[in-house]
């Protein structure tokens, strides 16, 4: 039989379907079509919004549920043979086999896509019901006498990030805002034990005193809401300052994470105090 030249990709075949060779026609009639490249994807628990419903693999792993998304998401001319997820970060990128046909002179067979899907990111409806119903609490960080810079937001962002990991599988509720302020950081929490831990912490690690408010929001099943504030005061002091504490002129030497070295101009003494006593004290900073 003579054989044809396929106008697209110029190879010599017996025949051509529909003006081009079966290598062509399979290239340009895929048998994965793309319906809706938008996947809602719930910014807590990593649940996907499929066919109406929120659906969570096990663990937040969605390798179980890329079979799903690609029968709600893409209309397929054949059979499912494999869904895999290759890359699941911004992005879901998922491979796929398909065994059929894009035309009925051409024999079924396996043929191999790579499918992404965009993430669009929401709330879902358990996260969005334990945000409103959970006890909520305020991490409230302020430096004084100096309100904090980017230098300090950013340590005490990357101390949070770190203590965040260490529970990342325990049910210990989650950051659900972060307000950055002129002077501070003010952290919501769907947790108030969250919120206290994360306080000690940094309490811990800079000088700092911490003062807890609990106020009733509500009534949740004849039981108090209470949404708790945990006020965080870093001292921002720096050695070289002049206060004037407790009516006596004197410099700050030295910062420790308990106490604080000071130095009077006026007797020539040095002293020290605890942090909760420096903070405590009627204290202004007149120089430095
Ligand atoms: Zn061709
Ligand atoms: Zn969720």
Redesign the pocket.
Known sequence: MAKVP?P??G?LVDRLIEG??E??YIERHPLVLVKERRLLRCKYCGAVFLGGKWVRGKRGDLGEVARRIISEKTSIRGVLEKAEVSQSDGEIVINVVVKGSPHPSIEPRSLSYVVEFEYEYDICNTCREMLSRREVALLQIRGTPRGLDDTYKKKILNIIEQELLKFKDKKIGFISEIKYLKDGLDIYTTNSNLARHLAYVLHRQFPSSIKETAKVVGVKDGRKVYHMTYSLRLVTYKPGDVVRIRGEEKRIVDIGSRHVVLYSVETGKYDQLTISELLNSEIILIGQ
Do not use: P
Request: aromatic share 12%; proline share 0%.
């Open positions: 396929c697209y990709c190879r081009q060779c290598e062509c």
